[in-house]
């Protein structure tokens, strides 16, 4: 019964940088790998990020990989994914999500359960 909230998002200029963050009610996220995903109008939903629970393995789109770092607090039940260089293409609503080890590997929004309800990032000219 885990419940996610994204927050953070919003309107950033081209090469600005933004911080999402992922609240978790309901449950800890000790025990979950969480993942970043991404959808933009008339696309389907986009890894961008996971991290394992213990935040020792991480993964990255390649689309995303030099920009964007995905970390997590255990203990304050938070998942964070810092964006640094953002283009117009990474404007979308993001969700995050819990994943296991089996799938927190993988890039389908398929191995992930609880969802959140996404936070809109804008990126403008």
């Known amino acids: 019964q885990v419940q996610l909230i994204e927050s953070g998002g919003g309107l950033v200029q081209t090469g600005g940088s933004l911080r999402v963050s992922c609240a978790a009610s309901?449950?800890?996220?000790?025990?979950?790998?969480m993942g970043w995903f991404r959808q933009a109008p008339g696309k389907g939903r986009e890894f961008v990020a996971a991290i394992s629970w213990s935040a020792e393995m991480t993964y990255y789109a390649d689309s995303v990989k030099g920009r964007f770092t995905i970390s997590r607090d255990n203990a304050k039940n938070m998942v964070y994914l810092q964006m640094n260089s953002l283009k117009s293409e990474d404007t979308a609503v993001y969700y995050c999500a819990t994943g296991s080890r089996w799938t927190c590997g993988t890039n389908s929004p398929t191995g992930y359960g609880y969802w959140g309800q996404g936070t809109q990032v804008t990126v403008s000219s």
């Open positions: 309901g449950g800890t996220l000790s025990n979950y790998c």
